[in-house]
């Protein structure tokens, strides 16, 4: 009886029904949407900490900010011009620690002893500056000669002319190298990127004179596998070419951590250590324990330098976690009140058939079961037009795929990232949002709907329960 009485009620009912349902899916569509565009930033979030950490990386660790008003060494460069004024094709790398704070190889060690650390690996950064050209020396063209024995006590007077010719004609070149742990392959900011052609290290090239290339790099200087690269004076063969997987890469060229060391003149030292956790949860208690036993050090986390993200990245994960699950809740609110006073007021214009039905002999909690049988179906019926709004609305935004930038900004000074101090603020990376749909979603979505309709229900019934049979009669007459 219940369900056949249900059926019919709906059936005769159903602009009322639909009305009710539509606003339910509204609510429930916006819902879905918002949580999957959030979904949707905060995997493009990670993509953008992974291209700077590397995969699997929890933290970094690098040497404390250097004091306010330190100079760094600037590159100088040795050139032998022509004394005859001929011109040669000359050329002279300088290679530079980037940032020029480095930590003691050992230090890595230290790191991995501490309680919570899975894992961890030095690295270096370097900058190459390569200056190439012709120079000459110009000739002296002298004006006249002095006196003889000329000068007082004999000196020879000095040579009055001018200097003809000479100059340069040089380019300036700058590129970035990372001296990398092949030992340990699971870490580091080479993890973010794929091998596309050739291969990538192998843990016997320790020391050997080979490099893996970025894709972009490559394409501009042209290189591919088996290719050569000099850096000071030392030739690497290109074993393999990388492509990051999202944004720029960590660096133009990658070689074996001790040929790094060697080329910068850096023996044993490292910029940056990546270290893993043991567990997720530890993190925080782990980076204590880093800062805490380990002196001189700046450690940095995922959550440390998520901070430091900022563009248009930024500014809409902060819209889709503040105005936009606000505006889902405001709307879900209104949607479940108004799906209340609509069965309320149906409920309402049914007066003469309820008061009948009790006049017959249905009690009040029979009365009431069936109108809240009739809310929960709306609510269904809702939920399913939401689930069907919200997932195209979803699909919508990843087949349009709007571009976001995120700029790694204003967190510099405190070494975080790759390369340490300075490297962050250089990274600009574009990234694709798109908005997934969890079941998790699609389950959230299906309670709400339920939710509505017991909501809606209970206003119906509440009106439903108050009816007399003479209430029918009164509205006969």
Request: glycine share 14%; proline share 3%.
């Amino acid at each position: 009886m219940f369900f056949t009485y249900l059926r019919r009620e709906l059936r005769r009912r159903r602009k009322a029904a639909l009305v009710v349902a539509s606003g339910l899916a509204l609510g429930i569509a916006l819902v879905i949407v918002v949580t999957s565009v959030s979904a949707g930033m905060g995997a493009a979030q990670d993509k953008v900490l992974q291209s700077l950490y590397g995969l699997g990386t929890d933290m970094t660790v690098t040497k404390a900010a250097a004091p306010a008003g330190s100079t760094s060494e600037r590159p100088r460069f040795r050139f032998d011009a022509q004394d005859d004024g001929s011109e040669g094709e000359q050329s002279s790398d300088r290679v530079m620690v980037q940032g020029f704070q480095t930590l003691a190889s050992s230090t890595v060690g230290t790191v991995d002893a501490q309680s919570g650390v899975a894992d961890a690996v030095g690295g270096l950064s370097l900058q190459v500056v390569k200056v190439s050209g012709e120079f000459t020396r110009g000739r002296f063209q002298q004006d006249g000669g002095g006196a003889p024995g000329g000068g007082p006590g004999g000196a020879q007077p000095s040579p009055q002319g001018r200097v003809e010719g000479g100059g340069a004609d040089f380019d300036v070149n700058s590129y970035s190298v990372y001296g990398t742990d092949v030992a340990e392959p699971a870490l580091g900011p080479l993890t973010s990127s794929r091998i596309t052609s050739g291969r990538t290290f192998r843990t016997s090239e320790t020391n050997a004179e080979v490099a893996v290339a970025d894709a972009s790099y490559a394409k501009e200087k042209k290189l591919k596998t088996g290719s050569t690269v000099t850096i000071k004076d030392t030739k690497f063969e290109v074993v393999g070419i990388a492509t990051a997987d999202s944004g720029d890469a960590a660096a133009d060229l990658y070689i074996p951590l001790k040929q790094a060391q060697t080329l910068a003149d850096a023996k044993d030292k490292v910029t940056t250590i990546y270290v893993k956790a043991t567990d997720s949860q530890r993190i925080d208690g782990v980076k204590s324990q880093i800062v805490e036993n380990v002196p001189g050090t700046t450690v940095t986390t995922s959550a440390d330098l998520a901070d430091t993200v900022s563009g248009s990245l930024s500014t809409a994960s902060s819209l889709a976690a503040s105005v936009g699950k606000w505006l889902s809740v405001v709307v879900l609110v209104a949607a479940f009140l108004v799906a209340g006073l609509l069965t309320s007021s149906a409920v309402s214009r049914r007066v003469r058939e309820f008061g009948t039905l009790k006049a017959l002999g249905w009690r009040s909690g029979r009365v009431t079961g069936q109108v809240v049988g009739e809310a929960v179906v709306n609510g269904l019926v809702g939920g399913a037009l939401g689930i069907a709004l919200g997932l195209a609305g979803a699909y919508a935004v990843t087949a349009v795929s709007p571009t976001l930038q995120a700029q790694l900004g204003g967190g510099g000074g405190a070494g975080g990232g790759f390369g340490g101090p300075g490297r962050q603020a250089q990274r600009t990376l574009d990234v694709a949002l798109t908005a997934p749909v969890s079941p998790t979603t699609i389950a959230l979505a299906v309670a709400l709907a339920v939710t509505g309709g017991l909501i809606a229900g209970a206003f119906g019934g509440w009106r439903a329960s108050r009816l007399r049979p003479a209430d029918a009669l009164r509205r006969v007459e």
